[in-house]
């Protein structure tokens, strides 16, 4: 068991080795697949923030009446918009990177069978990727607080961390998929139907509390409620995430 473990160790200590030898190749992969998307389009880097901000205005418009009444502890007419932006702000990333990471091997089968490079860095191109994107969105949404007359102030702080726990989370998740994806091809539209689904079991577009008390646990036990929560408190509270779950995301994510 522990040859096993050190080799384990060992291979790790490889990988990251590996890439960091290739940290040009990775930061070259990550501005040409975003040069490739800003040159395709004409509103380019936009479309990072106009679909979110299109479902905030979606929800908003639809449930705003329904649920503002139910956000207690955020003192604002736009309580609702500003609780509905944190939610998202932990959802998109995490949707990206494990829709990004379940077709990654597929996607650079060619270049894997042209060109010798460690594999790993495949995945940390694909996290540079969703990190620009993710600090594009976030910064619309602070200057969209501000403009709301909502502050988070110094809570703001932890979102470094939160980003880097739900991205460990979703590529965990998203390699796994990834790798029985290229033997079983269903496997990326199962995972499309269940991501879907997922976000209705996270309380994105609506409060825990309206759920009966006897099955909140059961929307406790996904992992993304953890995020979800945090960001939250951390956003629309202007609060610091509960330890707790940040020890459970962080431990999960190692482990898968």
């Not at 384990?8 to 501005?31: D, P, Q, S, T």
């Not at 932006?85 to 042209?114: S, Y």
């Amino acid at each position: 068991m522990a040859g096993t473990v050190a080799t384990r160790n060992e291979a790790m200590i490889e990988l990251i080795k590996g890439a960091w030898r290739y940290r040009h190749f990775v930061l070259a992969a990550i501005a040409m697949d975003f040069r490739a998307r800003v040159a395709r389009s004409r509103l380019g880097i936009l479309w990072v923030i106009i679909s979110p901000l299109v479902q905030v205005a979606i929800f908003s418009l639809v449930l705003s009446s329904i649920m503002s009444q139910r956000l207690p502890g955020i003192d604002n007419r736009f309580s609702y918009s500003i609780y509905l932006m944190a939610g998202f702000l932990a959802w998109f990333p995490f949707v990206e990177i494990v829709t990004r990471c379940v077709t990654i091997f597929i996607d650079n089968a060619n270049p894997m069978k042209k060109i010798a490079f460690p594999r790993i860095v495949l995945p940390i191109v694909c996290f540079g990727t969703a990190a620009i994107n993710n600090v594009v969105f976030v910064a619309v949404v602070v200057v969209a607080y501000a403009l709301m007359g909502h502050y988070p102030g110094a809570a703001l702080l932890w979102y470094p961390l939160l980003f880097a726990l739900v991205s460990l989370l979703a590529l965990s998740i998203g390699l796994i998929c990834g790798v029985i994806n290229v033997f079983i091809r269903d496997v990326q539209q199962v995972v499309a139907l269940l991501l879907q689904l997922g976000f209705w079991t996270v309380p994105i577009v609506y409060m825990i509390d309206i759920i009966p008390e006897s099955y909140r646990y059961l929307l406790m036990l996904n992992p993304m409620e953890w995020a979800v929560d945090s960001y939250h408190r951390v956003f629309a509270y202007g609060q610091a995430p509960d330890p707790t779950a940040l020890g459970a995301l962080a431990a999960l994510a190692v482990v898968l």
